[in-house]
């Protein structure tokens, strides 16, 4: 008769019900996940009320939202035509060389914010160059340079 030691038997015992936990805790997790629970239609709609801050945030909450997210090019197409009202050269440009709407909104982002702050004549006081903020500067190309010029002289 084979002979079973106590140990094995309680290092069998606490993997069941490991992997009973594990599998437990799986299970409240798909419960809580309305990405996996609703139909695609009611996520979309869901994540489409998120401003651009939020919806980088809730991408990285789980795989299944960022998956989600990442894949939803739609998601991010409103942001972007609200920056368009800064950028509207550099997306339609973008939008021409076939780039992705989130990648527009990548590109075109922190440009729209500094470029906004020029033409609304945040910096058209300043004295020298050393006035201005270095951390949110952006590079811009001389047609955007163009665009600020002519408002700065039309004031």
């Known amino acids: 008769m084979q002979r079973i030691s106590r140990r094995n038997i309680n290092s069998r015992v606490s993997d069941i019900e490991l992997n009973s936990v594990d599998a ?7 419960q809580n996940n309305f990405v996996e629970l609703l139909p695609p239609e009611v996520t979309f709609k869901i ?9 980088c945030r809730a991408s990285v909450t789980c795989r299944s939202w960022n998956y989600t997210i990442r894949n939803s090019d739609s998601l991010w197409k409103p ?3 609200a920056l368009r009202a800064v950028c509207q050269r550099e997306i339609d440009d973008d939008v021409e060389s076939g780039y992705c709407w989130k990648v527009i909104l990548l590109r075109n982002y922190q440009k729209s914010k500094v470029k906004h702050e020029w033409l609304s004549g945040r910096y058209s006081n300043l004295c020298s160059s050393i006035s201005l ?3 949110i500067m952006y590079p811009m190309d001389a047609d955007t340079w163009g665009e600020i010029l ?3 002289l039309e004031r």
Request: negative net charge.
């Open 47 to 55: 994540f489409s009320q998120l401003d651009v801050w939020s919806l």
């Open 24 to 30: 437990e805790k799986e299970k409240k997790g798909n």
């Open 150 to 152: 002519e408002a700065e």
């Open 133 to 135: 903020p270095e951390k």
């Open 79 to 81: 942001h972007c035509l």
